[in-house]
């Protein structure tokens, strides 16, 4: 029987009997290369998220080492020139602020390089550890000894070296008036053949919490760095520049300390006026009882 003979009821019936139409098949390389994409890109995802993982645990346990071996900074280095002189950004020496901090580099001379030393260099550098003055210096004796292992002088040095006489007027002028500090500073003053008030001194290796450090002896500026300030100096080649901040630095950590210990020192001694009236009856009685003897 053809379907256009049959009842209106039964093609009815027929066409709700007949199966619903199955989704199209997919192409064989769909069926199978899209699970293994989905799970590469699933395991890719899983493996670069682990990388990424690992990644950030590495950075955060480096940045934790270096946090931990971190050391604090001599000074901030905004502005280093060697030999520049006066530096260019500090004009004027009131700018230089109201705490200079001196070191000295020294060069044997004489039949005894070892005991005799003159001024090679000078560096000066402000609260804050900005250089102020840095300057190599000819030296007005013969060297014998340049001990360029420790003050890091050579000869070649000398070619842009200032005299001595510019230099020592330089450093006189920035030191006008200002709290002076250094480590044993009187050794830095004396091959400068200049002198400073002892009111205006802040010597970092007579400051008696440094030299509790070593049983009351004097420290050395290299020890004290390393157990005050956790920072290593003085590995090589001297810089005094380097110094002289380490000396600030250290002067920084004990500054009350230093200025209770100054005004101990210098404290004022006052004298009453005295009543002449007084004076003189004191006299008399005096006299008056060798008198009775």
């Known amino acids: 029987m053809e379907f256009r003979d049959l009842s209106s009821n039964w093609k009815k019936l027929q066409k709700t009997l007949q199966p619903t139409s199955r989704p199209p098949k997919r192409k064989a390389s769909e069926e199978i290369l899209q699970p293994q994409r989905n799970g590469v890109k699933r395991r890719k995802a899983e493996g670069n998220g682990a990388r990424v993982a690992m990644t950030e645990k590495k950075d955060t346990r480096r940045r934790n080492t270096e946090e931990e071996t971190a050391v604090e900074p001599v000074a901030p280095p905004s502005h280093n020139k060697l030999n520049e002189g006066l530096s260019l950004t500090l004009d004027k020496s009131a700018e230089a602020g109201r705490y200079l901090a001196l070191d000295c580099e020294m060069v044997g001379v004489g039949s005894y390089p070892d005991l005799g030393s003159v001024l090679a260099r000078v560096s000066i550098v402000n609260y ?14 013969f060297v014998t000894d340049w001990r360029t292992a420790i003050s890091g002088i050579t000869p070649s040095h000398m070619r842009t070296a200032r005299s001595f006489e510019e230099v020592q007027t330089a450093v006189a002028g920035l030191l006008d008036g200002k709290i002076l500090v250094g480590h044993a500073v009187k050794h830095d003053l004396e091959v400068l053949m200049l002198g400073h008030p002892k009111r205006d ?9 440094f030299r509790r450090l ?4 004097t420290p050395g500026l290299k020890r004290l760095a390393a157990e005050v300030l956790g920072v290593e100096i003085q590995s090589g080649e001297h810089s005094s520049v380097e110094d002289a901040r380490a000396c600030m630095l250290l002067f920084q950590r004990e500054k009350d300390a230093f200025e209770v210990d100054h005004a101990k020192r210098w404290a004022t001694k006052t004298r009453l006026p005295q009543n002449k009236d007084a004076h003189e009856n004191g006299k008399r009685r005096h006299k008056k009882k060798k008198a009775k003897r």
């Not at 804050?128 to 004796?141: C, L």
């Not at 070593?214 to 002896?217: C, D, E, I, Q, S």
């Open 128 to 141: 804050h550890g900005v250089q102020v003055y840095d300057s190599f210096v000819q030296p007005k004796e």
């Open 201 to 209: 001194i802040r010597d970092t290796s007579r400051h008696p919490a």
């Open 214 to 217: 070593v049983m009351g002896k």
